[in-house]
């Protein structure tokens, strides 16, 4: 009993140092939670608690690896912490919710490869990205996904009448959409991101604490800018789909009617799967432009492709055109240029929507000359 009680409050003291309550040097700190793991392992084979907090500080140690650069090294600590953190979770609900974390936490460093500096999906469109991810990244983005959807199930398994637990459902619904983006299940991950989106405005209803309130605010914005960049990568047969489910918020309808525009669906067509008016779907085009992106490159003799200067690698905003009209245009100004190789080059076009990026997630893509492959609509 006294050493049970002498590393939980070596345990609080570490606490203290991880919420900022108390000072320690770098080093100092790192040789303190190895002592606190290494103090933890014993009691941790027949105390639950000291199996959860084990599985937490592996976790806290995994985070600090992470932090120094050393994934490999943070991963293998999660790995472990987690086995001791299952086997507490049904002990106690903060031992589930400790779990839960430790899960998406597991599934952010696996899948970090997946995403850029800013925390955006290096290949949106997953499969059809021409410079994917590798096979083992694919294979540990998977993994994250699924450790992720596991997250997800514990927090529902929780009592929904704690706002605790509703915050980390909805939380951990943001991080099984954010996983699935970077594996290019776009529609899927915007489902996610709007069942997460209307957890956090129930929460918001409740009349949170100032820091609840801020924490669900911070998540609602997050979550509209993932929501505006995935549906870029969606076919309009996605969006109609995700409407017809109910998971087309409205303040994105002009967005999903844009997107409707640049692949070369009807007004009357988008009217109807959306469930609008045509004149709404006219009135929304006319005050939302979209903004076109291309680049032109030729290919030269040794088989490289160089990219030609503006006009022919720019961007600017268009109103009432599809994405094929818009390219039909730079094509011929480019083909009545100096810039023009002539007709027995090979060169590319590729046309994306807001945000140069992947080929695959090009609005519109063609390739021409000798024995070129013909127009490629994403």
């Not at 909805?170 to 290019?184: H, I, M, S, T, W």
């Not at 085009?285 to 492709?305: K, N």
Request: glycine fraction near 10%; aromatic fraction near 6%.
């Amino acid at each position: 009993m006294a050493q049970r009680e002498a590393v939980l409050r070596l345990d609080e003291q570490w606490a203290r140092i991880r919420s900022g309550a108390a000072h320690a040097e770098h080093g100092e700190a790192d040789r303190l939670l190895a002592e606190l793991i290494g103090a933890l392992r014993g009691p941790a084979r027949t105390d639950a608690e000291c199996a959860a907090r084990l599985g937490l500080r592996l976790g806290d140690l995994a985070a600090r690896r992470f932090a120094a650069g050393d994934r490999a090294g943070a991963l293998a600590a999660i790995e472990e912490g987690l086995r001791h953190a299952r086997q507490a979770a049904g002990h106690a609900p903060e031992y589930a919710r400790w779990y839960a974390r430790g899960l998406i936490n597991q599934g952010v460093w696996l899948a970090w490869p997946l995403s850029d500096a800013d925390r955006l999906p290096r290949h949106p469109v997953g499969t059809a990205a021409e410079n994917g991810p590798n096979p083992m990244e694919r294979a540990a983005g998977e993994r994250a996904r699924d450790l992720t959807r596991a997250a997800v199930e514990v927090w529902a398994s929780l009592d929904q009448h704690d706002p605790v637990n509703r915050r980390g459902l909805a939380q951990a619904k943001v991080f099984l959409g954010d996983r699935l983006a970077e594996l290019g299940f776009a529609s899927d991950a915007v489902a996610w991101a709007v069942d997460a989106e209307a957890g956090f405005r129930r929460l918001l209803l409740g009349a949170p604490g100032p820091e609840e309130a801020q924490e669900a605010e911070e998540a609602l914005d997050h979550i509209g800018r993932q929501l505006e960049l995935r549906l870029r990568f969606l076919t309009f047969d996605s969006l109609a789909g995700l409407r017809t489910q109910g998971l087309l918020p409205e303040r994105l309808l002009p967005q999903a009617v844009v997107a409707a525009l640049i692949q070369g669906v009807s007004e009357e067509e988008t009217a109807a799967r959306l469930g609008l008016d045509t004149e709404q779907v006219s009135t929304m085009l006319e005050v939302t432009p979209w903004r076109a992106v291309w680049r032109v490159e030729v290919r030269g003799a040794d088989g490289l492709w160089t990219v030609r200067p503006r006009p022919w690698h720019g961007g600017t905003e268009v109103r009432g055109r599809t994405a094929e009209e818009v390219a039909s245009g730079l094509m011929r100004g480019f083909m009545e240029s100096a810039d023009y190789p002539g007709d027995g080059a090979l060169w590319r076009i590729r046309l994306w929507w807001h945000t140069e990026g992947d080929p695959a997630g090009a609005a519109f893509r063609l390739v021409v000359g000798p024995d070129a492959p013909g127009p490629h609509p994403s």
